[in-house]
């Protein structure tokens, strides 16, 4: 095998081998491939593009590159993706809804990219929880209480670790390819029977369009499947925050609220949260249509609550986070309302900026050195086509102090548009089958 071979071929559009594609991903482990090759292969890749066969190759191989777990559990063993949005706290829901239905869920998570929040930074806004386990731990939170959600450990796709670093610094981030092998290889990693994949469009996500969300959710579907692993897909809206809460304390709170059984406190993230539970149990041989009754059950009886109480003492949280989040999560010093100018309906959202304005405000990281502030974010945001009068709050501010607070309600006032009434997408815009 030779790097520049496999390079040269895929800069003439040829057809790197699946042997060729297997042996150039163990290589950027192993170091047996330079950075100046990644470099000139991922410019290659995100010019010229691979074959279905190629991606599925590139993907198994940046897979196998480190270690994969091997479960033996009774009960599938499930997960779920989301390409990224702004008040999306699913994984928090969804993680402990499945194990309530007799399913495990070995959630490999990430961190905040950009205006998106990240699954473990909003986990660890809890006191005490780490993300950062053994695998021991991992195993055994996933086997005793039926779902964990943690970081990756640097035996997981070694190969993608090196690649996205190379990626982010030679401006090849955006190719598909080479997205679907970055997320698959981690995800598959774990082992899993079945995914659902929750591929976002709109102003909040980086895909701005459906027609862009429908592109990639395609080529991850074909993916994951081609590599062995059943994977549908939804194309959801992200034309306004998925919940009212931006921010990780916030979006936590909310996320409790609905596995209390108040699904009045976030509507949109509560049906979208069912709906994928349900799509990646009938990927495991359940009716589609009982499952989504069995997983709305699982909440509204406060079975998943307990299921994400578990979770939370066993990786060091409260041991009564189930009855008394509000003493638990940080709160802001600096607390107010960012009042409608004028009257109107809320006609349109600019979901990065919010996102941003959270970031702004420490809840983000800007350089990957930065500390983010679990305290601060925006919450009480009114959805799309909300009539309101001039004065009525249309977001309420958590913010560490007077500047930052000032400066967030501009930015709010900037990404919230007052107008006349508008058409909206639905929140499941597509649904893409194995």
Not at 175 to 183: E, G, H, Q, T
Not at 184 to 192: C, H, M, P, V, W
């Amino acid at each position: 095998m030779d790097a520049r071979a496999i390079i040269a071929k895929v800069r003439r559009k040829e057809d790197p081998t699946s042997e060729e594609l297997t042996w150039f991903a163990s290589g950027l482990a192993t170091r047996a491939v330079s950075d100046a090759q990644a470099g000139a292969f991922a410019m290659a890749v995100c010019l010229n593009g691979l074959s279905d066969e190629g991606r599925v190759a590139l993907t198994t191989g940046m897979r196998d590159s480190g270690d994969v777990m091997k479960w033996d559990l009774p009960g599938p063993v499930l997960d779920k993706h989301s390409t990224g949005g702004v008040g999306d706290p699913v994984s928090l829901i969804l993680a402990p809804a499945l194990a309530a239905c007799d399913v495990f869920v070995p959630m490999v998570s990430g961190r905040g990219l950009g205006h998106t929040g990240g699954t473990l930074d909003k986990l660890e806004a809890i006191p005490g929880l780490s993300t950062d386990v053994p695998p021991a731990t991992f195993r055994s939170v996933t086997r005793d209480i039926g779902c964990a959600i943690v970081s990756a450990t640097k035996a997981i796709a070694p190969a993608d670790k090196r690649l996205y670093a190379i990626r982010d610094v030679t401006a090849t981030v955006e190719s598909v390819d080479l997205i679907c092998a970055s997320i698959l290889s981690k995800k598959l990693a774990a082992g899993l029977d079945g995914m659902v994949l929750d591929v976002k469009a709109g102003s909040g996500a980086f895909m701005k369009t459906p027609a862009e969300a429908v592109k990639l959710a395609n080529a991850l579907v074909s993916t994951a499947n081609g590599a062995g692993t059943p994977t549908a897909a939804f194309i959801t809206d992200m034309s306004q925050p998925l919940a009212p809460s931006l921010g990780n304390a916030v979006e936590v709170a909310t996320c409790l609220e609905i596995l209390s059984g108040n699904r009045a406190a976030a509507p949109r993230l509560h049906d979208l949260t069912v709906a994928l539970c349900a799509r990646v149990l009938a990927l495991a041989g359940h009716a589609e249509g009982e499952a989504e009754e069995r997983v709305t059950a699982a909440i509204s009886s406060g079975h998943a609550m307990v299921c994400f109480a578990s979770m939370v003492r066993a990786m060091g949280g409260p041991p009564d986070i189930a009855e008394d989040w509000h003493t638990h999560l940080p709160k802001a010093p600096v607390i107010g309302d960012v009042l409608a100018p004028k009257d109107g309906t809320i006609a349109t959202i600019n979901g990065e900026a919010l996102g941003l304005a959270v970031v702004q405000m420490g809840g983000g990281r800007q350089v990957e050195t930065d500390r983010i502030d679990p305290r601060v974010g925006l919450s009480d945001v009114l959805p799309l086509g909300t009539k309101v009068s001039r004065g009525d709050p249309i977001a309420t501010i958590h913010a560490a102090d007077e500047d930052s607070a000032h400066d967030a309600a501009l930015a709010v006032l900037g990404a919230v548009k007052i107008g006349e009434p508008t058409e909206f997408e639905d929140l499941i815009i597509e649904r893409i089958n194995p």
